[in-house]
C-alpha cells in the first residue's frame, strides 16, 4: 500500500517494462509521487516487455494499468513479422524499429488517463542520444506536445496543465543505466530486446547500446543474452 503521508504528487508513468521506462519510474518513486503505470499492448513483437512492465509495476507497487491498442501500428519492425531490425550499419536516417507516431498516441492516452486521475505529470522515458533518427524522442517533439496539452485540454486551459517530465532525453544509455543503479531500480526485471526472446539475443541495436551501457561503466548487467 501506498503511504499516504509520503505521497507528493500524482504521476502517470509510461511503462513499457524495458530499462529506459524502469529507470522514470524510479525518478518518479524516488521524488515519492503516487505512480499510476500506463502500459501499452500493441502487438509488438517484444511482448515480453508487458510481462517485465507488470513485474516493475509490482515492484514499486504502483497502480498499472494496461491499454490494449491492438493493431493500430503497421510498418515497423517492431510490430511487423516481415521486417527485421536493421544493424547499425544499415540504419537509414529513421530506423525501421521507428513506430508509426507511436509518441503522439502514448502521450495522448497517458494525458486523458492524467486527466481523468488528477495526475499532474506524465513521465515518458524518451532518448534523444541513443535514438537519433526517432522524431518523437527529441525534445522539441516534447515541447510541442507540451504546448498542445497547455491549449488542448480542461486543465491546461485553466492554468495547471499536465507536465510532460521526460528525464533521460539527453543522457547517454551509461548515464541512464549509473542513475538506475542509484536508485536501486529493478532492472533485473526489465526487457529490452527488440527481437522478443528470452533470454534476450544480445545482438539486436537495443541489446547492443544496453550491454555497452554497462560495459562503459564496468557493471553487470542483471539479465541474461543468448550470445
Ligand atoms: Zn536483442
Redesign the pocket.
Known sequence: MIDVATVGVRAVVILSGGLDSTTCMAVADEKREEIYAVTFAYEQRHFREIEAAKKVAHYYRSFHHIIDLGKVFGASALTSSHLKPETEQQRSTIPLTYVPARNILFLSYALSFAEKVEASKIYIGVNALDNPGYPDCRPEFIDAFQHMIQVGTKSGTEGRGVQIEAPLINWTKAEIIAKAVELEAPLHLTH????G?SP?????D??RLRREGFEELGLTDPILYRR
Open positions: 529490452t530486446c527488440y527481437n526472446t534476450a539475443c544480445g545482438i539486436c537495443s541489446c
